[in-house]
């Protein structure tokens, strides 16, 4: 079978020049009606298949671009709904801290009124405290004063004041010449209680 097939290529012609490059024309005619056939194969079956598998593919595609951008939209509802609640907390916290301020300075002045009061009622007792006790010692000075005035004048006079109704009249006047000349800005006269 092979020596036929060499044969028949022998006993045609071999194309020579541009011939070189042309088919023969049983061959363009089988190449056509095959490539034909394939195109019709092609045409019916197997760019349908591509189609529907492109197509879905783009609906995937177009499906997940409006997902991702529902997606987004939402980011950025939820993202201004964000900064709006920080916003809100930050103005609440403002609120907040002026309103505390405000109660500290309010307690610090009632503080400082309830001190102050403390200390006026404080001052005020020491105050009382203070005269009472130098009423106290001024009636304890004036009984010893007038004691040893009289025990003087009786010394200096030379009688006896036994009598508490003048010994108390001279103590009186003693005590009253020591405060006029106090007041005065003299010394006390040496036996003015004598009189």
């Known amino acids: 079978m092979l020596s036929t097939i060499v044969l028949a290529a022998e006993e045609s ?8 490059f042309i088919p023969p024309i049983s061959e363009v005619i089988f190449s056509a009606l095959a490539l034909g056939i394939l195109a019709w194969i092609f045409m019916r079956k197997v760019l349908p298949t591509f189609t ?5 593919r783009t609906a ?40 505390a301020r405000a109660e500290g300075a309010q307690i610090v002045a009632e503080l400082r ?4 009061a403390d200390a006026e009622r404080l001052v005020g007792n020491a105050q009382r405290q203070i005269e009472a006790e130098r009423a ?17 004048a009786s010394r200096i006079v030379g009688e006896a004041l036994a009598d508490e109704a003048r010994q108390s009249r001279v103590i009186d006047r003693f005590l009253d010449e020591i405060e006029a000349s106090v007041a005065a800005g003299e010394a006390p006269a040496a036996g003015g209680g004598g009189r």
Not at 52 to 56: H, S, T, V
Not at 62 to 76: M, N, P, V
């Open 136 to 152: 106290q010692a001024a009636t304890a000075l004036r009984a010893e004063v007038g004691a040893l005035a009289t025990e003087l």
């Open 13 to 20: 012609e071999v194309p020579e020049g541009i011939g070189l």
């Open 60 to 99: 995937r595609i177009e499906g997940g671009l409006a997902k991702a951008e529902s997606a987004q939209e939402e980011a950025a509802e939820a993202l201004a709904q964000y900064h709006q609640q920080l916003a809100s907390a930050r103005a609440e916290a403002a609120r907040i801290r002026e309103d």
């Open 52 to 56: 529907r598998i492109l197509d879905e």
């Open 113 to 116: 009124a309830k001190a102050t």
